[in-house]
């Protein structure tokens, strides 16, 4: 065990600050990885917040990040797939039984017995894991990615969660050409949503609550923009779409773009906001609409994506902050006000 520096937040209601963890030597199978870049996902606040209390209840001190970027600088001898000096990525699994239906079909994601990042149960320390707002982590190899060299490290990093999460339900679903296809929310997941969907050429609408963002949008790859708090631009669109991602924090009427699918269209909801949403029937029923969720995406699925990223040059569209604003840039992204993912370059904790 060594010990090592981080940030944590000790309450729902406390400020991220710095601290010192422990972390587990290396094992045979464990890669320990350098932190350089950490991005910050919503989630991230959700949980140092304890707003997903009934599903995943915060244990405190809570040590956010999932979307991890560094260099690897001890392996354990069993290890084949990396060496020190390598990069290396993890995003928010740490671990998984492997055994399951699940695992075995590479939907870790999807495992009842997975290791979160951060926040889940740390079968070698006791305690909870801890994220990437820190020094260093160990992780078992099968749970590290390779990144591919050529992409910018710091808009690596969000790929990690924000990448996954939007790239897996967009394949499932067949997102391509001559699909016309909804991104809603323009933040973190919603513009690397953008991203893919350009990259797998489909006609992409962007919906977003901030008029400012239009340019933004058009930048990023989307075909057409719609205010959504204008009812005349949503009614256009009414019946109209083959699948739309829906990638909002916060409490908001999902049945408003239920009704912009086309028959048999798909509404998948990544964003996991603190309260329940109401549907409402009709918005399914009359079309055979349907109505899925999806949850980040399996280790195989994660790398392919990552190398899809390497081939097409796709990173995020990042704002590199020290690690000493990162509660400033949690009101930031409160209020929409980022474009489109913070990255905390991790060297600013060594400086401390
Ligand atoms: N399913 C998964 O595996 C998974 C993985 C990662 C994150 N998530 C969840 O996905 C959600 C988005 O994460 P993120 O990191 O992309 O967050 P983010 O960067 O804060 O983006 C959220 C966007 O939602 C829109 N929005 C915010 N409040 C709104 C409101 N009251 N009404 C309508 N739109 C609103 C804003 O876009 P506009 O300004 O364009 O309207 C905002 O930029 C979070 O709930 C997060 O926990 C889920
Ligand atoms: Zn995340
Ligand atoms: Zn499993």
Not at 288 to 313: K, P
Not at 326 to 347: P, S
Request: charged share 20%; hydrophobic share 40%; net charge neutral.
């Amino acid at each position: 065990m060594y010990n090592t520096r981080a940030y944590s937040a000790a309450s729902a209601t406390s400020p991220l600050a710095s601290s010192r963890i422990n972390r587990r030597d290396p094992g045979e199978r464990d890669v320990q990885i350098e932190i350089l870049f950490c991005g910050i996902c919503h989630s991230d606040l959700h949980l140092a917040r304890n707003e997903w209390s009934k599903v995943m209840p915060t244990v405190y001190p809570v040590v956010p990040g999932h979307e991890i970027v560094g260099r690897v600088t001890t392996v354990g001898s069993a290890v084949t797939k990396f060496r020190p000096g390598d990069l290396a990525a993890v995003g928010c699994l740490v671990d998984s039984d492997r055994s399951c239906p699940h695992c075995q079909t590479g939907n870790e994601q999807a495992c009842r017995n997975q290791v979160l990042t951060y926040n889940s149960p740390d079968r070698h320390l006791g305690g909870v894991t801890y994220g990437g707002y820190s020094d260093s982590i160990v992780v078992d190899e099968h749970f590290v990615l390779r990144v591919p060299a050529t992409l910018d490290l710091a808009g690596a990093a969000p790929l990690l969660c924000a990448g996954i999460t939007t790239y897996s339900p967009m394949r499932h679903w067949g997102v391509g050409k001559g699909k016309k296809v909804g991104v809603v929310g323009l933040g973190g997941l919603g513009h690397m949503a953008v991203k893919f969907g350009r990259a797998f050429d489909a006609h992409v609408v962007v919906f977003t609550t901030s008029p400012g963002k239009r340019d933004d949008a058009l930048r990023l790859g989307a075909d057409e923009v719609v205010v959504s708090r204008n009812a005349d631009e949503m009614k256009k669109h009414a019946g109209s779409f083959d699948f739309i991602l829906d990638a909002v924090s916060a409490d908001h009427d999902i049945n408003a773009y239920l009704n912009l699918l086309a028959r048999d269209g798909n509404l998948t909801l990544v964003g996991a906001p603190e309260k329940p949403l109401s549907v409402a029937s009709f918005a399914l029923i009359m079309a055979r609409r349907s109505l899925s969720g999806s949850n980040i995406g399996g280790i195989a699925e994660t790398q392919e994506m990552l190398d899809f990223c390497g081939t097409h040059n796709i990173t995020a569209d990042v704002e590199v902050i020290p690690i000493q604003k990162v509660n400033e840039a949690y009101e930031r992204m409160l209020k929409g006000n980022v474009k489109y993912r913070f990255a905390i370059d991790m060297a600013s904790l060594r400086v401390e």
